[in-house]
């Protein structure tokens, strides 16, 4: 029995010669291949701009900045995320305040943002987790209501759809990434959807040094801008999987209707929202019943990979890690994420999976679950 990941990329044989022929080209960095993959981009978020960068951080970051997110601003964000989505805010200077999950989607509670609103707030970063959109009808009524901007940190739901709209082709600020586990992948890499072509100038100078270059090849710097440009190696692997992201997506769903009908559900675990329809299914993620098992989420882990499959976390609660504690976040902040932190397992998921893999998983965890019942 081979070894089988929580995740693993799809890419095939002719994205691998496209990227073949870009090395051997003679240009490697950001080039054409970066310029067709924008514009590829564009078109699968119904004609919106957008602009490849070389991670989803930094395409938040540079989303803050476009802002004027700065020193003595605050942030609300979830406290269940990669702890990207927060690093960025105290990157550019500002405060992150975290307002607790909705046990039920895990994404951020939207009831409880109006609470959290204070004068220095300026905008929100909803994560769509496991690529579960967040309501985008309340978020943005909210957002209206405030005066706040929306950077969507929407890193895990490429291909989501939020009312028949592709998540990207509306709302304000879009950020995506294309980190190797996404569910398409330029090896790292990431785009920002603008909210407005007035934002190009200054995007593309956060991206690359501050540098504006004039046809007669003289060049001019008056910010300092950063370095996050999108190499022509990593473009070419986005444009061949671009295409075929609806399709990864559609393999995912067939795989969690799987999950679902052979998940024995008298172990106690609880499962995701159990909907295929507006969701890209970027993770499968059960909350184990702990206080019903002698043993730990590591050892039930451990035990996951004696029998050759490998299980995530995604994610500790990001309030809890200490540069967060020592900004006087603590236990007890948030309940509902450190619970789902604590309780979470992802399985594994991805496109060229078997549904013989799913039963594999679902059997595993029986037997597991089933020795281990105090
Ligand atoms: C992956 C991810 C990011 C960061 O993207 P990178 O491309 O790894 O920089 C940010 N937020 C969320 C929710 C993510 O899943």
Redesign the pocket.
Known sequence: MSYLPFTRPTIDEETIQGVVDVLRSGWITSGPKVKDFEAALSDYFGGRTVRAFS????T?EVALQLCGIGPGDEVITTPL??V??ANVILHVGAKPVFVDVDPVTRNIDLTLIESAITPNTKAIIP?D?AGLPVDRDRLYAIAHKHNLRVIE?A??SMGSTWQGKKIGSFGDLISF???A??NMTTG???CLVLSSDAQIPLTEKLRLQGVVRSPDGTMEVDIAGGKSNLTDIAARIGLGQLPQVDSFNARRRELVKHYFAQFDRSLGCELPVEEYSNGNWHMFQILLPLDKLTISRGEFIEQMKQREIAAGVHYPPIHLFSLYRSMGFKEGDYPHAERIGNETVTLPLFPTMTFEDVERVCAAIKEIITHSKK
Do not use: I
């Open positions: 991670s989803g951080t930094a938040l995320s990669w990207a989505t994560v987790l940190d890193a895990q990434s294309f980190h586990n996404k790292e890499g990431g």
